[in-house]
């Protein structure tokens, strides 16, 4: 976030404003065995027009499912008309 100069806020919008989860992958990370975490992959737009990239997955916290950032990355500026 702090290299593509992008806000919490940014993150926030372009989640919302997805349509659909791009991909949904399993972590390759040796921490969790065999039962491997799933990583989504979002790709939404900003108010601004700014697509954003976002890495996240969900876990479960004081009972509730909560979806935590863990990559997020500016691709492109949304230019209508280009």
Same mark, same amino acid.
């Given at each position: 976030m ?22 949904v ?8 065995g ?9 790709? +939404?737009?900003?108010?601004? +027009? ?12 004081? +009972?509730?499912?909560v ?13 209508? +008309?280009?």
């Amino acid at each position: 976030m702090d290299a593509d100069d992008l806000t919490h806020g940014d993150v926030a919008e372009s989640i919302v404003n997805a349509l659909v989860i791009d991909k949904v992958i399993r972590s390759r990370s040796p921490v969790h065995g065999r039962a491997r975490e799933r990583l989504y992959i979002i790709k +939404g737009l900003t108010y601004g +027009g700014t697509l954003v990239h976002t890495k996240g997955k969900t876990a479960q916290e004081a +009972g509730r499912e909560v979806f935590h950032v863990l990559v997020s990355a500016k691709i492109a500026t949304y230019a209508e +008309g280009t």
